[in-house]
Nanobody, 124 residues
Framework: QVQLVESGGGSVQAGGSLRLSCAAS????????MGWFRQAPGKEREFVAA????????YYADAVKGRFTISRDKPKNTANLQMDKLKPEDTAVYYC?????????????????WGQGTQVTVSS
């Protein structure tokens, strides 16, 4: 059973930056993708970014493209999300998750193991 632990959330003013990390535990860890999602109050959980674990191919939601950067550190079983030029609409709880195989979409239902989430608050 993979366990994921997010860290790095906090409060920042618009235009600022935060870096989230997701550490995975488990003796053998090799997901197909690792993804970041977010959920704002009253809204559905939405895709933010993902990375293919072996090849490093990255995927981004249009809302964060050019501002967020996902990366992974394979020896440390860690995925990171560098968030720059933050906007108030980026305020949400951010979750990391793993995906075992290919899917054409980044629907949260296709991701299995989930972390507990970390709060990101961006003030104007």
């Amino acid at each position: 059973q993979v366990q994921l632990v997010e860290s790095g959330g906090g409060s920042v003013q618009a235009g600022g930056s935060l870096r989230l990390s997701c550490a995975a535990s488990g003796r053998t860890f090799s997901p197909y993708r690792m993804g970041w999602f977010r959920q704002a109050p009253g809204k559905e959980r939405e895709f933010v970014a993902a990375i293919r674990w072996t090849l490093g191919t990255t995927y981004y939601a249009d809302a964060v493209k050019g501002r967020f950067t996902i990366s992974r550190d394979k020896p440390k079983n860690t995925a990171n999300l560098q968030m720059d030029k933050l906007k108030p609409e980026d305020t949400a709880v951010y979750y990391c998750a793993t995906q075992g195989g290919f899917t054409a979409t980044m629907d949260p239902k296709f991701f299995s193991s989930w972390g507990q989430g970390t709060q990101v608050t961006v003030s104007s």
